[in-house]
């Protein structure tokens, strides 16, 4: 009888094992991963999701370390993330999910309402210090940037910036909310953040990567038409040894439900 009983009780943990699953990683894709999970657990009662932010990069070292099952990131894995999983005997799978316009923002009050790629480069580089330099009011400008661990840091710089290094003592913050919370409360503020997260705190700007000769606004419209300039694939990263495990929310999540959902939470889906 004990036996029947530990049996019976191996294959319940088993099966809760293969349902519970951890997802980290990028505050971009939170939001979004958080939706699709309520979902998803409502039509799979059975099924356990638990889903943190931390950056991109805190999501890709804890699939490195094996402390979550899927890794939500906002850039593609680095060549030598891929290559610390390979040196281990694993390999990873990526899953673009959906994409992101990424959003520049400025407290509502401030009169600029577009910039160039070259204007952004200045500001976010130090050499461009007074909103009176683009246009705009002689306030100092104030840079909020997000920490190094985060895929849209690394995705601004290599995109907007062409690379070059923020300026010294730019503000780094630990999540986009912080960003947000930050630009609504200074007056000569400016950031970034994903499309998901623009609210009526912040005012979003208009950009061009032409040299000023078309401006569009962020918007999901702009992104799929193309006019919008900074748009980025969203990834779930997973070990393929897990495959089994994680599928199923995958599917979901690329599963005309799951990107209606993707629309609803304000992203662009893939389809």
């Known amino acids: 009888m004990k036996r029947h009983v530990s049996i019976a009780a191996m294959l319940i943990a088993m099966a809760f094992s293969l349902q519970a699953q951890r997802i980290k990683g ?21 099924a356990r999701l638990t889903i943190t932010g931390g950056g991109s990069g805190v999501g890709i070292a804890a699939l490195l370390s094996g402390s979550t099952d899927l890794a939500q990131s906002s850039r593609r894995i680095k060549f030598s993330e891929r290559q610390k999983i390979q040196e281990s005997g694993r390999s990873v799978r990526e899953v673009v999910i959906a994409y992101d316009a990424l959003a520049v923002v400025v407290h509502p009050s401030n009169k600029v309402g577009k910039l160039t790629r070259q204007q952004l480069e200045g500001i976010f580089t130090g050499k461009i210090k007074n909103w009176k330099e683009v246009g705009g009011a002689d306030m100092k400008i104030v840079p909020y940037s997000r920490e190094t661990s985060s895929g849209t840091y690394e995705f601004f710089k290599e995109v ?10 730019i503000m780094s913050m630990p999540a986009t909310g912080a960003i947000i919370q930050s630009v609504s409360q200074t ?11 623009l609210n009526k705190d912040v005012k979003a700007l208009s950009i061009s990567f032409d040299g000023g000769k078309k401006f569009a606004a962020p918007s999901v419209a702009n992104a799929k038409n ?3 300039p900074i748009v980025r694939p969203l990834y779930y990263y997973y070990d393929t040894r897990s495959e089994a495990k994680v599928k199923p929310f995958i599917n979901y999540v690329l599963s005309e ?15």
């Open 26 to 46: 990028s505050d971009t894709v939170l939001p979004l991963s958080q939706k699709e999970s309520e979902q998803y657990m409502k039509e799979n009662p059975s």
């Open 160 to 169: 907007v910036l062409s690379n070059k290094n923020y300026m010294n003592g």
């Open 187 to 197: 007056a000569g503020a400016i950031g970034y953040v994903g499309l998901a997260y």
């Open 226 to 228: 193309k006019s919008y």
């Open 257 to 271: 439900k799951g990107q209606g959902i993707v629309s609803k939470v304000g992203f662009i889906s893939i389809k």
